[in-house]
């Protein structure tokens, strides 16, 4: 079983109004409901994909249960520790008379102790049938900055490889511990080297992907000019990161790695889902380089 950690999750709400007049109410045509967060669109790809793999992290309120049952929708198992607060909705809406977006977004929960104690526990219990966990995204408010890194090192305890997206000071924490991958989510902020931290790093270069290993830097870009991947969304850097899990739970080579990760990246949609065809056909388009020395 793959655990994905969302501590931030949000559920996006998306109104579609026939025209939107500020100051006015303003009636809407459409609503739709999805859940939102780096470790659920991860999860979403690895349950697309077959694997075995479970939501965690923090949930709460009615925007809590609507995450969960969005999520049920799709086939993706949940195990979220509850919370008090709300977990925060991003609104977005829709004006088809122009096609602007406007969008509105809640300020994250505050954890308390108790719910982070209780997230421990939760943590540690999955971490017994775990073949790999993903910490990756944003933290809410009172959660302390260490903890990827205290989770990283429950997992590394447990003999469970942790792939970790993060960046700040929630990253420098984590790096440290041991984690089997990691992907930094701001330039510039991976560690200088391996030794001693991450078994591995990745990053978002030129179109493409990068991998610094211990047996040199790969390098892996779609040929293909018709993929859909921005290397700059956030959708695309989901399916990336969801991408290097399978092969690092069954110890695949990084040229196996790197071509299923960037040719899912070129698959995505603009919904954020992948299209298993065009994922086909972007495999045999994905030229890997490497292992080069690494500077």
Not at 127 to 149: F, H, K, N, Q, R
Not at 223 to 242: C, I, L, N, Q
Not at 257 to 267: G, I, P
């Given at each position: 079983?793959?655990?994905?950690?969302t501590?931030?999750?949000?559920?996006?709400?998306?109104?579609?109004?026939?025209?939107?007049?500020?100051?006015?109410?303003?009636?809407?045509?459409?609503?739709?409901?999805?859940?939102?967060?780096?470790?659920?669109?991860?999860?979403?790809?690895?349950?697309?994909?077959?694997?075995?793999?479970?939501?965690?992290g923090?949930?709460?309120?009615?925007?809590?249960?609507l995450?969960r049952?969005?999520?049920?929708?799709?086939?993706?198992?949940?195990?979220?520790?509850?919370?008090?607060?709300?977990?925060?909705?991003?609104v977005?809406v829709?004006?088809?008379?122009?096609?602007?977006v406007?969008g509105?977004?809640?300020p994250?929960?505050?954890?308390?102790?108790?719910?982070?104690?209780?997230?421990?526990?939760?943590?540690?219990?999955?971490?017994?049938?775990?073949?790999?966990?993903?910490?990756?995204?944003?933290l809410?408010?009172?959660?302390?900055?260490?903890?990827?890194?205290?989770?990283?090192?429950?997992?590394?305890?447990?003999?469970?490889?942790?792939i970790?997206?993060?960046?700040?000071?929630?990253?420098?924490?984590?790096?440290?511990?041991?984690?089997?991958?990691?992907?930094?989510?701001?330039?510039?902020?991976?560690?200088?080297?391996?030794?001693?931290?991450?078994?591995?790093?990745?990053?978002?270069?030129?179109?493409?992907?990068?991998?610094?290993?211990?047996?040199?830097?790969?390098?892996?870009?779609?040929?293909?000019?018709?993929?859909?991947?921005?290397?700059?969304?956030?959708?695309?850097?989901?399916?990336?990161?969801?991408?290097?899990?399978?092969?690092?739970?069954?110890?695949?080579?990084?040229?196996?790695?790197?071509?299923?990760?960037?040719?899912l990246?070129?698959?995505?949609?603009?919904?954020?889902?992948?299209?298993?065809?065009?994922?086909?056909?972007?495999?045999?388009?994905?030229?890997?380089?490497?292992?080069?020395?690494i500077?």
């Amino acid at each position: 079983m793959i655990v994905t950690v969302t501590l931030n999750p949000t559920l996006r709400v998306e109104y579609d109004a026939e025209r939107v007049v500020p100051g006015s109410l303003n009636r809407v045509r459409r609503v739709g409901y999805r859940a939102g967060g780096r470790g659920l669109a991860v999860a979403r790809h690895l349950q697309t994909f077959g694997h075995d793999v479970v939501a965690a992290g923090l949930a709460g309120g009615s925007a809590g249960e609507l995450i969960r049952a969005e999520l049920a929708r799709v086939g993706v198992a949940t195990q979220f520790t509850r919370i008090s607060a709300e977990s925060r909705r991003v609104v977005s809406v829709a004006d088809g008379s122009d096609g602007r977006v406007t969008g509105f977004a809640e300020p994250a929960p505050y954890i308390t102790t108790e719910e982070l104690g209780r997230l421990a526990v939760d943590y540690l219990a999955m971490l017994e049938g775990a073949t790999a966990v993903v910490l990756c995204g944003s933290l809410p408010a009172g959660m302390p900055e260490e903890i990827y890194g205290s989770f990283t090192s429950y997992a590394a305890g447990a003999g469970v490889p942790v792939i970790l997206e993060a960046g700040g000071s929630a990253l420098r924490h984590a790096a440290a511990r041991g984690p089997a991958l990691i992907i930094p989510d701001e330039a510039g902020a991976a560690p200088a080297g391996l030794p001693g931290g991450p078994a591995a790093i990745v990053s978002m270069t030129g179109g493409g992907v990068r991998a610094l290993t211990p047996a040199g830097a790969w390098t892996a870009r779609c040929r293909s000019t018709s993929g859909r991947g921005d290397f700059d969304s956030e959708a695309v850097r989901d399916a990336v990161v969801a991408g290097f899990v399978p092969g690092i739970v069954l110890g695949w080579s990084w040229p196996d790695m790197l071509r299923h990760a960037v040719a899912l990246a070129a698959s995505v949609l603009p919904s954020g889902d992948a299209d298993l065809a065009a994922y086909e056909l972007m495999l045999a388009e994905v030229a890997v380089t490497g292992p080069d020395a690494i500077d």
